[in-house]
């Protein structure tokens, strides 16, 4: 999040019931200051891909979540078909987005299962 986005979002919180439950923080997510088993859910919505490399990302969910704790991860992934990308579309598209590398899906599930998710 950007820092305008963490203004606009702090707005809009001060109008909610649940005000006082959340908070917003403008950090490196493969870094944070967050204490080792924060967290019962972790949510990357459209985010994962910027991390470079990605291991860093899922090594800092590992240690953010509790035991049990959840990842939940929403992202762009290459398919086979993606690979194969002879005219560059793809990676055009992600320049556009300032995605350096679009990981692929078999990539990520390995990262996953080397960190026991």
Known sequence: MSNKQIHYAEENRNHSLLKNLISFDNQDFTKTTFSDN????????????????????????????????????????????????????????AKTWAIDQLNTTVNILDVLDDNQF
């Open 38 to 93: 924060s967290f019962d859910i972790v949510w990357a919505c459209e985010s994962s891909y910027y991390a470079n490399p990605k291991e860093l990302f899922i090594q800092e969910v590992n240690r953010l979540l509790k035991p049990g704790g959840k990842l939940i991860l929403s992202d762009y992934f290459l398919t086979e078909a993606g690979l194969t990308d002879q005219d560059d579309h793809l990676k055009n598209w």
